[in-house]
């Protein structure tokens, strides 16, 4: 029990970048940007090979965030400077990313080095701590403390993340962003270049993807060019699962509850997959869920105000 | 008169000390029996996804598990695990492993391999339905010197056999042609083999690299038009899935087509040679057995599968205007559509 809920918060908390990245780009652009299907494996590579050649887990998750920033520029020019549609720029340059991160693969193979890795950080300071990596007991309840100081180091740089983006949407800058998406006229009226806002923000986005993938390479310890698939489905599910809460909240809680849904779409597949009989169909049952999650406030909305009347 | 009555009598110390001889026997045989597996053993299979290999690797596993003499619910108890594809579920059913009592994990496939042993959990690994293991690079040297904690039994069909057998049919064969997902690791090996087997056969190799599965079907008609003589698809996720793309091509343009997967031999290939996934499992279950048993894996060297099954497809061979000689199709362990004269 113990140990599927830190594998599910651990899991979740790598997570938390990529579902605040699909929340800037889903909630505030009203685009599911594909470009992060791309990112989240190019962050990946990026800190592969940089904790290969023993940069540090701190140069190569900046350097893999830096990457991600960039091709999401790429995506929002595209956008904005070529008039490409938001949904087929994403596209075009999550299909132009697997061409670079195939390259990446061939050109330097990237490998992590464990004792580079915040994992290896993790396993260090267990042996600091614990004496040893074996598993201890918590209430009768079996658990592995180094998985558990990797929560504690994850934890630590998605709530970095997250408090920087909330702190960031409180500047000018950010309050702009927010107009951008959802009423660029007014936005323009007021002077600012909403074309710059919107390829700000699908860096950001990408950015954030990119960090989660620097993340998932440093806990798993490789990652693979078709690990990015879907990523854009598991963003939409936390943000979802975030809204189902939140809908009607002010926008700190909103962009805090796809931090929340990240940890419950986790917490879920964990128990899933900490389940014998469950196991083998994670996809079908993480399918309902986020379909409960998706129905929840139609159901509350139909609750309070009677049936919706849908326009055809 | 000596009578049996006589024979029981001068006889009796004789004749009652071998049926308790027997008896005791057999109950030293039973309690040796006992003593080598002292507990019961839980085994998790994790599966990176679900495909015919996979499904016969976990049969043969199982049955070769009873038939090392080990008890389903006595001896071991069974958990499959699959993660659908998705690297962070694979880890995270390793993670579940690592604290639920899993007492050996038996990987199948690339992807689950290198995690079950880099998250350096004590449980043994035995993995199974593996190119070859040494792409990853931690996993060993060689066959016995190998990662202290892992064992198994890897596929690495020898390719140069299925070309010799393409030259017997058809001398002539100097050029061939194979399409290569370079992203999987295991499609870089085979198409290593095939030019290393082609090289030393004096065969030229066209190699056409794809990406995604919609663009398989215009990369066949490429490679097809690029002037081969045959097209000798190596083994990769990818082509496996759109090999029915790769045949039509193969069909349209008259090119021969062989290939390593069995059921390929039903999907237009004239010739397959490919593992045999049950044999693989039986072969992995007694290296499982003996790690049960109280050997340590970095005793057991890694296997490699001992049997291949040789498929001809004759109406494909006829369709192609391939013909293949009596001797070759003796050789073969099925053979699809009619034998000439038979």
């Known amino acids: 029990m113990i140990q599927t809920l830190i594998i599910g918060l651990r899991d979740g908390f790598i997570l938390v970048p990529l579902a605040l990245g699909v929340f800037i780009s889903y909630r505030l652009l009203r685009v599911a940007d594909m470009t992060v299907d791309g990112t989240f494996v190019l962050g990946g590579m990026v800190t592969a090979v940089l904790l290969r050649d023993a940069a540090g887990p701190i140069v190569a998750i900046t350097a893999a965030m830096l990457a991600g920033a960039v091709a999401g520029t790429v995506t929002g020019l595209l956008n904005t400077r070529l008039g490409v549609k938001r949904i087929l720029a994403g596209i075009l340059v999550m299909t132009a990313l697997y061409s670079v991160n195939s390259s990446i693969v061939e050109v330097w193979r990237p490998s992590v080095r464990p004792e580079e890795s915040l994992r290896g950080v993790a396993g260090q300071l267990t042996e600091l701590l614990y004496g040893s990596t074996d598993a201890h007991q918590l209430f009768g309840m079996k658990f592995l403390p180094e998985h558990f100081m990797s929560l504690l180091l994850y934890a630590a740089v998605a709530v970095l993340a997250a408090i920087l983006l909330l702190f960031f949407f409180h500047t000018r800058m950010g309050l702009a962003v927010r107009g951008a998406g959802s009423n660029d006229k007014a936005v323009r009226a007021l002077g600012a270049n909403v074309p710059v806002l919107v390829t700000v923000a699908l860096a950001l986005a990408n950015g954030l993807a990119a960090l989660s993938g620097a993340l998932f390479v440093q806990e798993f310890e490789g990652i693979d060019i078709k690990d990015g698939i879907g990523s854009i489905v598991t963003g939409l599910a936390c943000v979802m699962i975030g809204h189902a809460v939140s809908a009607r909240m002010r926008f700190s809680f909103q962009l805090l509850s796809a931090v929340a849904g990240a940890l419950l779409y986790k917490l879920l597949i964990s128990a899933l997959v900490s389940n014998e009989f469950l196991s083998s169909d994670v996809k079908l049952y993480t399918a309902i869920i986020v379909l409960l999650a998706m129905m929840l406030p139609v159901w509350l909305r139909r609750g309070r105000s009677g049936p919706e009347v849908t326009e055809v | ?342």
């Open chain 2, 1 to 342: 008169m000596y009578t049996f009555a006589h024979f029981l009598r001068r006889y009796r110390a004789v004749l009652a000390v071998v049926p308790v001889a027997v008896l005791l026997f057999f109950a030293c045989n039973k309690a040796d029996e006992e003593q080598e597996v002292k507990k019961r053993w839980k085994l998790t299979m994790v599966k990176y996804d679900e495909m015919q290999q996979t499904e016969h690797a976990e049969e043969g596993f199982l049955s070769g598990l009873r038939e090392a003499g080990l008890r389903e619910g006595v001896d071991f108890e069974f958990v499959t695990r699959n993660a659908q594809g998705e690297a962070m579920t694979v880890n995270s059913m390793l993670d579940a492993a690592a604290v639920d009592g899993t007492d050996m994990l038996v990987t199948l496939q690339t992807p689950t391999l290198e995690p079950s042993f880099k998250r350096r959990y004590k449980a043994p690994v035995v993995f199974m339905v593996v190119a070859n293991p040494f792409v990853i690079s931690s996993v060993g040297a060689s066959d016995s010197a190998h990662h202290p904690k892992v064992t198994g039994v890897y596929t690495n069909t020898p390719i140069e056999t299925m070309l010799r057998y393409i030259l017997q049919c058809r001398p002539s064969i100097r050029r061939i042609g194979t399409l290569v997902a370079k992203e999987e690791m295991n499609a870089i090996f085979y198409r290593e083999q095939l030019l290393d087997a082609a090289r030393r056969l004096n065969l030229e190799v066209e190699v056409v690299n794809v990406q995604f599965r919609t663009s398989v079907p215009l990369d066949a008609a490429r490679l097809c038009q690029s002037g081969i003589d045959a097209i000798v698809q190596i083994e990769d996720n990818l082509t496996s899935a759109t090999f029915p793309s790769i045949a039509r091509a193969a069909k349209d343009y008259g090119i021969p087509l062989f290939s390593f997967v069995d059921r390929q031999a039903d999907q237009g290939s004239i010739m397959v040679y490919a593992p045999d996934y049950r044999r693989a499992g039986r072969q992995t279950a007694v290296q499982a057995a003996r790690i049960i048993r109280g050997e340590k894996p970095e005793d057991i060297p890694f296997g490699r599968i001992d049997k291949f099954d040789f498929i001809i497809n004759l109406d494909a061979a006829r369709e192609a205007g391939f013909p293949i000689p009596p001797e070759l199709v003796a050789k073969a362990d099925r053979v699809i559509g009619k034998v000439e004269g038979a």
